[in-house]
């Protein structure tokens, strides 16, 4: 009989609420994966992931829970808390690789209780439609944003990275696309959703083409970049410390 897992959404904002239930393991792990990559993107103040329902049958199916919770927990600067774990798998989150963005608690009442709401929040969410004038949109819209929060240092390189993001959807994906800058322990989240399932791929251009050369210069000008497979779509995120 196969694996069944249930993620069931409870919220989505301010902090968002993700109830996983059924078994866990190397085959039902993408959906977790999925699910959880669906809601950091809409960049809650923090997930919390309630696990108090989930059988993880093999010592295996840990290492999936980890590396899920562990690698989507970095790109979005998102905290995640894990909800209701049974000892052994809140010790091997603990334990796990760059799992220090991930906390534990009881319960997600407990969780919500220790939730403060942010004193200034710094996130800013947009719409821009795929033509060409989005690209100048964005580059006021992040260097203004840099200007409020205090963080004219990073303002060029901020923008020049959101305009190659915006670029790419207005030549390749065609679709609506909603931007959002984040700014939470000095780090600059940049994150730009579309309609296309078309991921980016980096080409290797030659001297002699103009273009081609978007993702090369955003690897080298940012901290940290990839891409999440989401529902109608994905997401292309980016740091800035």
């Known amino acids: 009989m196969s694996s069944q897992l249930v993620c069931r959404p409870e ?26 990559a669906r809601a950091l993107a809409n960049q809650p103040e923090s997930l919390l992931l309630d696990v108090s329902a989930l059988t993880v049958p093999q010592p295996a199916a840990l290492d999936v829970l980890g590396t899920v919770v562990c690698e989507t927990s970095e790109w979005p600067a998102v905290p995640i808390v894990l909800c209701g774990a049974p000892p052994e798998t809140a010790r091997t989150i603990a334990e796990w690789p760059g799992c220090a963005a991930v906390s534990i608690a009881p319960t997600c009442t407990d969780a919500l209780a220790d939730t403060k709401p942010e004193p200034e929040p710094r996130r800013i ?20 944003t840099c200007a409020a929060w205090h963080r004219s240092e990073i303002a060029a390189t901020a923008a020049l990275v959101a305009t190659e993001l915006v670029a790419n959807v207005v030549r390749h994906a065609h679709t609506t696309m ?16 579309d309609g296309s399932r078309l991921l980016p791929r980096a080409k290797d251009p030659t001297t002699a083409e ?32």
């Open 11 to 36: 919220q989505d904002l301010p902090v968002a609420i993700l109830r996983v239930s059924g078994t866990l393991d190397t085959l039902t792990g993408d959906a977790l994966a999925r699910a959880v």
């Open 125 to 144: 969410r947009v719409r821009l439609r795929p033509v060409p004038d989005a690209c100048r949109q964005v580059r006021q819209l992040v260097t203004q």
């Open 178 to 193: 909603e931007i959002t800058l984040g700014l939470r322990n000095d780090r600059m989240c940049l994150t730009v959703r």
């Open 210 to 241: 103009a273009g081609g050369r978007g993702l090369h210069l955003i690897r080298e000008l940012t901290d940290g970049w990839g891409v999440l497979s989401v529902p109608g779509g994905k997401v292309v995120w980016t740091h800035l410390a």
